[in-house]
């Protein structure tokens, strides 16, 4: 970004008093300008186009859904737009999934009032931005600077799971136990637990509850998925 230049933004948020006061804060900046506001997934794309903003502010759910979906869709269709999600939850698994989806940053909505200004200017830099306080062996190598790769490069949320893990996350996604599991994979109680651990480890979750969190926000849990 040159010295006199402003990054242009995008708010996409379904609640407009939460739209109205971020855009407000962010218009006291100097170097920042909202150009354009969504109220839902239906006009995501078609505004981020007509607009070519340079940082797209995205709330994770949204009337249409989780907008994880939508995130590799714009990075392919309108790359030069950086894209931080906005999210209640502060959790590692879903900051792993927005990033391997193509997002650039991660703030939690409670925090959007000290951070996002930061975030901004962070991605619009070509950075990564994630406001948790998390422990650093944790987040691993997500705080680096964003690597200049193609979107076909980029792995989905769930492209580092084997076919089998795959399928034990969505049987602890929908409530089985790890004995229904065993018994229905053909697998012993112990194997449920192994595998278990390790989708754990690849996405950072750690409750059951994360688990079935974790599937929502991938549109994973919805009608037509059982």
């Known amino acids: 970004m040159s010295e006199n230049k402003k990054i242009r933004l995008v708010i996409a948020d379904d609640h407009?008093?939460?739209?109205?006061?971020?855009?407000?804060?962010?218009q006291m900046n100097d170097d920042m300008e909202v150009v354009g506001e969504v109220a839902d997934t239906a006009g995501i794309l078609e505004e981020v186009q007509r607009q070519q903003p340079d940082v797209l502010i995205l709330d994770l759910t949204m009337p249409g859904g989780s907008t994880l979906p939508y995130i590799e869709t714009l990075r392919r269709d309108v790359p030069g737009t950086r894209i931080i999600v906005l999210s209640m939850h502060d959790?590692?698994?879903?900051?792993r999934a927005a990033?391997?989806?193509?997002?650039s940053g991660y703030v939690v909505k409670a925090a959007a009032d000290t951070e996002v200004a930061a975030a901004i200017r962070a991605v619009a830099s070509g950075k990564i931005f994630v406001d948790l306080d998390l422990d650093p062996s944790q987040v691993g190598t997500l705080l680096v600077a964003e690597k200049e790769t193609s979107t076909d490069d980029k792995k989905g949320p769930?492209?580092?799971?084997?076919?089998?893990?795959?399928?034990?996350?969505?049987?602890?996604?929908?409530?089985?136990?790890?004995?229904?599991?065993?018994?229905?994979?053909?697998?012993s109680v112990k194997t449920v637990e192994t595998y278990r651990g390790r989708i754990g480890v690849k996405l950072g979750l750690r409750s059951r509850a994360d688990f079935?969190?974790?599937?929502?926000?991938?549109?994973?849990m919805g009608p037509g998925n059982y």
């Open 212 to 220: 079935v969190r974790f599937a929502v926000e991938l549109g994973l």
């Open 16 to 26: 407009s008093v939460f739209r109205a006061g971020l855009k407000l804060l962010l």
């Open 91 to 95: 959790d590692l698994g879903l900051v």
């Open 99 to 103: 990033l391997a989806s193509g997002a």
């Open 158 to 187: 769930l492209k580092s799971l084997s076919a089998r893990e795959k399928t034990v996350f969505l049987q602890l996604a929908k409530g089985y136990t790890n004995q229904e599991i065993a018994d229905e994979l053909d697998l």
